[in-house]
């Protein structure tokens, strides 16, 4: 027995400095957590009084939030919100996100991307019972033409249509066509596009949102045109933008403004999901051609939300 536990220290001894030698794991180095705090508005604030919110969040050398951001009621310090950001002010949720009613009863849990909900997305009332919504597409902006001269002539080369967005609204589907002059013209019906999808008001809405654009794609638009058209044109919710569009001969400088820039593309159908709180969108479109006049036709639906 005493030569049994004898050869147990000795084992243990020698196994020792090969354990000390063994490289420990590297430490990971994340930038200090800061809290900031805000009032009932979501506007930041130094003032006690008036803090009803408080975000604890990491930050990189460029000040992007780095990992999970928390939000809280205060002063119970309750959690509001956790999730990630893909940029701050305005907030663009990313990923999976979920929020919290001030009783501590799950009031949102779904996915983001740069923002923008996705179909996953489900929410409840403070005392648990699931909203549910319905969504319908209505036009935003019927049917709309426009003249654009050529980028020679004295008369104006572009146009921004003004696009209205009803309340409630989750996403667009547009429509654009611009053809040179002498092209065959351009005819289809948005109603029977709309009538396609009226039906489908259950439907999570970037589901709805593909179905109307095949919609209203297979709307005709006669003879296809036989030359493509020498085009750019931007989709934007910035007044400012939309003004620099106008005021400098179809230039904006910051496309990080818009949600959509193309350029050479005569025609196009497409759904884009709108973040909360755009009530106005601004379609720019100049005529690049030196000599020939064109027209650029718009349609834009809205599929609006409406929950209980």
Not at 161 to 182: C, H, M, N, Q, S
Request: contains cysteine; glycine residues 6%; charged residues 20%.
């Amino acid at each position: 027995m005493a030569k049994r536990y004898t050869l147990y220290i000795l084992l243990l001894l020698t196994s020792l400095p090969a354990l000390a030698q063994r490289p420990k794991p590297a430490a990971v180095s994340l930038p200090p957590a800061d809290t900031v705090y805000f009032d009932r508005d979501w506007e930041r604030t130094e003032t006690l009084e008036e803090v009803n919110y408080a975000r604890v969040a990491r930050h990189d050398a460029a000040g992007k939030t780095v990992g999970t951001v928390r939000d809280y009621f205060y002063p119970s310090w309750k959690k509001q919100w956790e999730g990630k950001l893909a940029s701050e002010a305005p907030d663009k949720p990313n990923g999976l996100c979920c929020g919290w009613h001030e009783n501590g009863q799950v009031s949102f849990r779904g996915t983001y991307v740069n923002g923008v909900q996705q179909a996953d997305f489900r929410s409840w009332r403070d005392d648990g019972r699931e909203i549910k919504c319905t969504s319908l597409l209505q036009e935003a902006l019927p049917l709309s033409t426009a003249t654009l001269h050529c980028s020679n002539c004295l008369h104006t080369s572009r146009k921004v249509f003004t696009v209205d967005i009803p309340a409630g609204t989750v996403g667009i589907v547009y429509k654009l066509d611009v053809r040179d002059e002498g092209q065959p013209p351009i005819s289809w019906s948005t109603a029977l596009a709309v009538a396609a999808v009226a039906g489908s008001g259950g439907a999570a809405a970037p589901a709805l949102l593909g179905t109307a654009a095949t919609a209203l794609n297979k709307q005709g638009n006669n003879a296809p045109p036989t030359v493509s058209t020498k085009c750019h044109w931007y989709i934007t919710p910035d007044a400012a933008s939309a003004q620099q569009f106008l005021d400098t001969k179809g230039t904006i400088s910051n496309e990080n403004t818009c949600l959509r820039a193309a350029l050479n593309t005569p025609q196009e159908t497409r759904p884009i999901a709108l973040p909360a709180g755009i009530r106005r969108l601004y379609v720019c479109v100049n005529n690049d051609n030196y000599t020939t006049d064109a027209t650029a036709t718009l349609s834009v639906q809205a599929l609006v939300q409406a929950c209980q």
